[in-house]
């Protein structure tokens, strides 16, 4: 399931722009609407304001008239050429071919038009606007330039001849008036768009900040850690706040509660374990000295299995005490991590299990693969619990080697190797070497399966892997090697 923060982000991400994709296209329609009204309602105007200003034919005033070719009297058109360079004012982007006007007289002469009336087309059938569905606008739009043309018959009074007058606007320059203007409109709207979208998420990440920092404060906090949270949330999230606080006080409880069953228990298991394991070896001594009791070497053995049954309960009762203290615990503390010596650690880790080698007749080895011991792994590390890891591999092999065999604890820059030439493991097993309580079938040693898992365990809490293998041939035996996960 999405997080809250991104189903929202996504749906005002999706949302905001489409809704504001739709508004501006009905604003953009309504606007392309008025305008081109507006235009039309101007042109309308134009031509009512011409049919009063415009020249009127009068039998008996033909000062102006000329003859023409055919000797004919013609009164010359007066044409008008008005460049926009010589308006004053704010005339913005203003063509000179905005508007155009041309007036003839009934029989089709032009009597007044400007430079771009000049080429209208006289109709005198004509009334209204001329329509792109008309046949006649084909007719009076012979040249490139779209014109968006009105005629008008000036024929309401009876004293004069009737004239036509005609009234164009360039449409190329009306839709880009229409274009500016909706540009006016859309860009302003559009900044504001992307403002508005980048004060939303700004708004929706900072509301979200407060559980951004009890992620990072529950990941950084340790079970037994009963504190309560401090942040200053929302109110909504406040009753989250006080039940996570409560339960950090019963985790803590029940975690102590625990440790304190561990340490008594670990008391008090290990002291009648170590006082049979006395009376076991008192037994044993107290039967080689009494050779006149019959089949002495059968007491003997059964108290060599009842020995060894009370050392193999006491390394479980070990390896149990060591799991549950380690197991809880999601990340080592920091003040527990220091930067290791390696060859005095493995030393001391080197002496503990030199006895057990000794009685198998195996040869312990160390080998270091760096010029300088300080390059060898370069982590912290928690020393206690690091001896315990390489002191339950080296553990392990020597148990399960054949006597004679040689052990090597390998230290390298970013790895810590214990390699034996003993006998190996099957290759389906490997995988599950690490889990609890897990031996491979067959195993005649001492063990309780447990001393890889809390290998594993202390590997995960330095943030380190173990990997087993078997030795290629021709070399037999096995191979535990503890190394960084990148």
């Known amino acids: ?29 309504r606007l392309w609407h008025e305008i081109n009204e507006i235009n039309d309602t101007q042109i309308t105007q134009v031509a009512r304001y011409l049919i009063g200003v415009a020249p009127k034919e009068d039998n008996d005033n ?11 009297k013609k009164r010359p058109a007066k044409i ?32 007044m038009a400007d430079e771009n009336g000049q080429s209208f087309a006289f109709l005198a059938d004509q009334h209204g606007f001329v329509e792109a569905h008309d046949s006649a606008y084909q007719r009076l739009n012979p040249f490139s330039k779209r014109w968006r043309l009105f005629y008008v018959h000036d024929d309401h009074d009876y004293k004069h001849k ?13 839709q880009e008036m229409i274009v500016s203007a909706m540009t006016v409109q859309v860009l302003p709207m559009l900044v504001g768009l992307l403002a508005f979208i980048g004060l939303v998420i700004w708004l929706i990440r900072r509301g979200f900040m407060p559980l951004t920092q009890i992620s990072a404060e529950l990941e950084q ?16 999230i406040q009753p989250l706040v006080t039940a996570l606080n409560i339960l950090f006080v019963k985790v803590a409880e029940t975690l102590a509660r625990e440790q304190r069953f561990t340490a008594d228990a670990s008391h008090e298991l290990r002291s009648p374990l170590a006082a049979l394991k006395l009376q076991a070896d008192l037994l044993e001594q107290q039967l080689l000295q009494l050779s006149s009791i019959e089949d002495d070497s059968l007491l003997f053995y059964h108290t060599q299995k ?37 060859l005095m650690l493995t030393d001391i880790v080197l002496s503990d299990v030199n006895r057990l080698a000794r009685e198998k007749h195996i040869q312990l080895k160390r080998t ?50 214990v390699i034996d030439n003993g006998l190996g493991v099957e290759q389906q097993q490997l995988a599950r070497l690490s889990e609890r309580f897990y031996r491979p079938a067959g195993q005649s040693q001492l063990g309780s399966g447990l001393g ?10 330095h943030g380190l892997r173990v990997e087993f293998a078997n030795r290629s041939v021709p070399e037999n035996g096995f191979i535990a090697m503890v190394s960084n996960k990148k």
């Open 62 to 72: 033909d000062d102006y008239e000329q003859e023409d070719s055919k000797g004919k």
């Open 1 to 29: 399931m999405k997080s809250i923060q991104q189903r929202l982000l996504t749906s005002l991400l999706i949302g905001l722009p489409l809704l504001w994709i739709l508004t501006s296209s009905f604003i953009a329609w």
């Open 221 to 236: 906090r340790q079970p037994q850690d009963d504190s309560p949270i401090t942040a200053d949330v929302p109110k909504e």
């Open 80 to 111: 008008y050429n008005l460049k926009s360079e010589l308006l004053s004012g704010d005339l913005g982007n203003a063509k000179d071919d905005y508007m155009g006007f041309a007036i003839w007289d009934k029989d089709g002469r032009l009597l």
């Open 452 to 461: 890889l898992s809390i290998v594993n365990r202390i590997a995960e809490l």
């Open 306 to 342: 009842i020995s060894n049954g009370i050392e193999r309960a006491t390394h479980l009762v070990d390896q149990l005490l060591i799991l549950a203290k380690i197991e809880p615990q999601q990340q080592l503390p920091p003040e527990q991590l220091e930067k290791p010596d390696w």
């Open 162 to 174: 009737s004239q036509v007058i005609a009234v164009g606007q360039n449409l190329d320059s009306r």
């Open 368 to 417: 270091v693969f760096c010029d300088n011991p300080a390059d060898i792994l370069p982590i912290l590390i928690n020393p206690i619990l690091f001896k315990l890891l390489i002191r339950n591999l080296l553990d392990n092999a020597i148990r399960y080697c054949p006597d004679g065999s040689l052990i090597e604890l390998q230290l390298d820059i970013n790895s810590i190797r």
